[in-house]
């Protein structure tokens, strides 16, 4: 699940870590927007999170969402800054979401091989998320097809809600170099909606035999209708589901 760190929805985390062992999810998910910040966006000492993860078994994920405007060494840098959290917390799947302008493309294979030797040297599992239909980086499966070509080492992260119906066979290409996939709703032809499983048109059954966590990605943003489709309730409801395609 997401850990419901969002400023209006926002939840102790030890509260949050509780909840999940409670209702059986595997992991929870973290998201770092502000490098080398993750304690001050929690509001809790990494290390008291970190061992609330390992007392509960729920594995600790970390998403961090990079702002990449061209400047080379964006991504290495911001996985630097992260690295004392990320030990503290017991992090090993870390993946990075780059957005940003058609300027930072050129740039991406450098830094993602760069970010795969910090990575590796601190025994992380490191990969890359896509994007939707919206943005400029990491859109086109070819796209994201020829930068896991160049950094063999980096592991891929499947938004399924970024995801056009047409474009799933070429990203189910890539199930052997997934580190965990996320999942939630939307009304295709639109993605990004972060909808309740059952409340949009995907087709989950493309990742009911995969053996890594799926996140579930629910709620949160205005278009989704905000924190309130991220509730308890819809939580255990949208884990029902999941854990339906399975049986």
Same mark, same amino acid.
């Given at each position: 699940?997401? #850990?419901?760190?969002?400023?209006?929805?926002?939840?102790?985390?030890?509260?949050? /870590?509780?909840?999940?062992?409670e209702h059986g999810f595997d992991a929870i998910q973290i998201r770092s927007d502000r490098a080398g910040q993750i304690g001050d966006d929690l509001r809790a000492d990494p290390r008291v999170v970190g061992l609330a993860?390992?007392?509960?078994?729920?594995?600790?994920?970390?998403?961090?969402?990079?702002?990449?405007?061209?400047?080379?060494?964006? /991504?290495?840098?911001?996985?630097?800054?992260?690295?004392?959290?990320?030990?503290? /917390?017991?992090?090993?799947?870390?993946?990075?979401?780059?957005?940003?302008?058609?300027?930072?493309?050129?740039?991406?294979?450098?830094?993602?091989?760069?970010?795969?030797?910090?990575?590796? #040297?601190? #025994?992380?599992?490191?990969?890359?998320?896509?994007?939707?239909?919206?943005?400029?980086?990491?859109?086109?499966?070819?796209?994201?097809?020829?930068?896991?070509?160049?950094?063999?080492?980096?592991?891929?992260?499947?938004?399924l809600n970024h995801t056009r119906a047409e474009d799933v066979a070429d990203f189910s290409r890539l199930r052997d170099r997934l580190s965990l996939v996320h999942v939630s709703d939307t009304p295709l032809p639109e993605?990004?909606?972060?909808?309740?499983?059952?409340?949009?048109?995907?087709?989950?059954?493309?990742?009911?035999?995969?053996?890594?966590?799926? /996140?579930?990605?629910?709620? #949160?943003?205005?278009?989704?209708?905000?924190?309130?489709?991220?509730?308890?309730?819809?939580?255990?409801?949208?884990?029902?589901?999941?854990?339906?395609?399975?049986?």
């Amino acid at each position: 699940m997401l #850990g419901r760190f969002f400023p209006l929805n926002w939840r102790p985390p030890v509260d949050e /870590i509780r909840f999940a062992a409670e209702h059986g999810f595997d992991a929870i998910q973290i998201r770092s927007d502000r490098a080398g910040q993750i304690g001050d966006d929690l509001r809790a000492d990494p290390r008291v999170v970190g061992l609330a993860f390992a007392a509960s078994g729920v594995e600790p994920v970390l998403e961090m969402l990079v702002f990449h405007l061209g400047e080379p060494g964006t /991504i290495p840098l911001a996985l630097r800054a992260n690295l004392p959290a990320i030990e503290q /917390i017991g992090f090993r799947r870390v993946h990075i979401h780059p957005v940003g302008p058609d300027d930072a493309a050129p740039l991406l294979a450098d830094e993602f091989q760069e970010a795969l030797e910090i990575a590796q #040297g601190a #025994g992380l599992m490191l990969g890359v998320e896509h994007n939707a239909v919206g943005h400029r980086l990491l859109v086109e499966p070819a796209r994201v097809h020829e930068l896991l070509n160049a950094v063999p080492g980096l592991h891929f992260v499947w938004d399924l809600n970024h995801t056009r119906a047409e474009d799933v066979a070429d990203f189910s290409r890539l199930r052997d170099r997934l580190s965990l996939v996320h999942v939630s709703d939307t009304p295709l032809p639109e993605t990004n909606h972060h909808l309740p499983l059952g409340r949009g048109s995907v087709d989950f059954r493309v990742v009911r035999d995969l053996d890594l966590p799926l /996140i579930l990605e629910v709620g #949160g943003l205005p278009i989704s209708g905000g924190p309130g489709l991220d509730t308890d309730e819809v939580l255990l409801d949208s884990l029902a589901r999941l854990r339906a395609l399975r049986t």
